[in-house]
């Protein structure tokens, strides 16, 4: 077991554990470069009520996430169990441990597949499914109205995820174990997608909105992974207190993490809520909880 509290420098990470808060046809894609694009955006805590927001593109956000001894990697954009997306997977035959990937409010953007390149490259045949049919918002009123529209037919992005997780599973580089992954809007969706009859092997949520009541996280596809910021003014550290109880009251088995200080989206390389120390602590946590449910289980 974790301890309840880790604290290092300028990190301190909140470990919620035990009861206590603490395509089947060959694939032909491209080679992929880990280089990534400096990322543009604002973060919806970071937002003015006029909309504006400033834009941060520092180069030092760019490389959050360690890509030294990646394996090379085939990537293109696709469909899967009819749904849109970009499919990215290690340039090796056989099969692999597979993740759906699901974007945050902004789209299916250059940082999410930047991140669909990086899992990849750590041995993870992975979709990035696109819920805005080829839309990528620019600024906050469009991400508002392409994240509302999902919002607005639930069930459908739950079937385009779902269809996913089928068209992934049945691929012939997929070892037939899959998990769900997403940030902010995306990982709200990563948990209905779990709580729906996808049959998931693992679930993975960066400040998603969540579902607290028994009666509905009963269905979860556990273990599930969780990650949060203590200053999240959008995701309250209440309702993730109340999450880890009922998870626990359900016997789900979870690995749920508070870092202290941190707010809204802060693992997104933009914007003044980024925060790069408790980013990469919570990527290592992640990969650890992806390598313990999808390889070692195989």
């Given at each position: ?9 300028l ?12 395509l089947t ?5 491209s ?14 805590g970071?937002i003015q ?9 520092s ?8 890509t030294?001894?990646l394996?090379?990697?085939v990537?293109?954009?696709t469909t899967?169990?009819?749904t ?10 056989g099969?692999?441990?597979s993740v759906?990937?699901?974007h945050?409010?902004?789209g299916?953007n250059s940082?999410i597949?930047?991140?669909a390149d990086?899992?990849?490259?750590h ?17 906050s ?12 037919n ?14 992934l599973r ?11 992954l997403?940030?902010?809007f995306?990982?709200g969706?990563?948990l ?6 996808a049959?998931?092997n ?16 009963r269905?979860?596809?556990?273990p599930v992974?969780?990650?949060f910021?203590?200053e999240d ?19 789900v ?5 508070v870092?202290e ?8 390389p ?18 650890e ?6 390889k070692?289980?195989?």
């Amino acid at each position: 077991m974790r301890p309840e509290l880790q604290a290092g420098g300028l990190l301190a990470v909140i470990t919620l554990t035990g009861v206590g808060l603490a395509l089947t046809s060959p694939f032909t894609g491209s080679q992929v470069s880990y280089e990534q694009e400096v990322h543009q955006g604002c973060q919806p805590g970071n937002i003015q009520k006029n909309g504006v927001c400033t834009m941060a593109t520092s180069d030092q956000n760019a490389d959050v996430f360690s890509t030294d001894g990646l394996q090379p990697v085939v990537a293109r954009n696709t469909t899967l169990g009819g749904t849109p997306g970009y499919l990215a997977r290690p340039d090796e035959s056989g099969s692999h441990p597979s993740v759906v990937l699901v974007h945050e409010w902004w789209g299916l953007n250059s940082n999410i597949r930047h991140m669909a390149d990086v899992l990849a490259g750590h041995g993870y045949s992975v979709f990035a499914v696109d819920l805005y049919d080829g839309e990528v918002a620019q600024n906050s009123s469009e991400a508002g109205r392409l994240s509302g529209r999902v919002r607005q037919n639930p069930d459908k992005a739950v079937q385009d995820m779902s269809g996913a997780v089928e068209g992934l599973r049945n691929s012939s580089y997929s070892n037939g174990r899959v998990a769900s992954l997403g940030w902010c809007f995306g990982g709200g969706q990563s948990l209905q997608l779990s709580l729906s009859d996808a049959d998931l092997n693992a679930t993975a949520i960066y400040y998603g909105t969540l579902a607290t009541d028994a009666d509905t996280l009963r269905r979860v596809d556990g273990p599930v992974h969780g990650v949060f910021g203590s200053e999240d003014r959008v995701v309250s550290l209440e309702s993730v207190r109340d999450f880890n109880s009922t998870l626990d009251q359900l016997d789900v088995e979870k690995d749920i993490h508070v870092y202290e200080g941190a707010g809204h989206a802060f693992a997104n390389p933009s914007g003044d809520s980024f925060r790069p120390n408790a980013t990469r602590d919570a990527w290592n946590e992640t990969l650890e909880f992806l390598d313990e449910e999808l390889k070692q289980q195989t």
